[in-house]
């Protein structure tokens, strides 16, 4: 097998869900670095496969990066798992993949399951523009912040969240981005109870106050695009006109001239003209 990082992506609930090149992948490497041992083992064993295995996760030591790039500048074959879906995605393996670049160590990603674009094929919402934004900050105060930034984003949001937070995120979405937004649950995605539920965030949240199952399980949320005008696209010459302002004058002063000229509220121009500073 030629050398190299191979990123394998494995199932995300039905064991069904691997590639026969993924299998074959697993079954040829030297060596399968994963971010669960334990867990990884049943898998590999459903496939009968027998190669080693090591743990490796983004808090592994620089040794422990050190030796799996050491084989693979040696000319051995790496496969790299996460516990599901695909490495990288919310998942370790940034910080190897770096790492193999950086000596010139091949890097073949292979396609398979992913959560998030399982969740959007099947969502009924946009697909022709999403933002991944995984997992949001776990305390109310920096999720609410980081929901204000996204308000605006004119793709469909995917959020992964846990069971336990996920009343509290649809919570705080509703308060930020409005009860009519339109929005998708889906949970158990592959699994006996799949469900995916279009509706507005307020029906959402309503449904799952209305039955606690609906709490339970691996879950993705994915929000629709911002729809009203003045929260999407402002006009071009608008947008122009409040950021040559913003280049003069205070963002609040830049944003209440535009917004007297152009009746567009000022916290849109505001924000607008803040999150471009800083990008
Ligand atoms: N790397 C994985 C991927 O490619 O989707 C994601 C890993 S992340 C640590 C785990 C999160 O993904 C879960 O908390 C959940 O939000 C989402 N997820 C994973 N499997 C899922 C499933 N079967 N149904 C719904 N969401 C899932």
Known sequence: MERGLYIVPTPIGNLADITQRALETLQHVALIAAEDTRHSRKLLAHYEIETPLCAYHDHVSEQVTEQLLLRMVNGEAVA????????????PGFRLVRAAQSKDIPVIPLPGPCAAITALSGA????????????????????????????????TLIFYEAPHRIRATLADALEIMGPEREAVLARELSKTFETLKRASLSALLAWVDADANQQRGEQVLLIGPAQDQQDTELLERDRKLL????????????????????????????????????K
């Open 80 to 91: 790299l798992i996460s516990d599901a879906g695909t490495p990288l995605v919310s998942d």
């Open 243 to 278: 950021f040559r302002l913003g280049e003069e004058l205070p963002p609040r002063k830049a944003a209440s001239i535009v917004s007297d000229l152009t009746g567009i509220k000022a916290r849109v121009l505001y924000e607008q003209l803040i999150n471009r500073e800083k």
């Open 124 to 155: 009924g919402l946009p697909t022709d523009r999403f933002f991944f934004e995984g997992f949001l900050p776990a305390k109310s105060h920096p999720r609410r912040k980081r929901l204000e930034s996204l308000r605006h984003q004119t793709g």
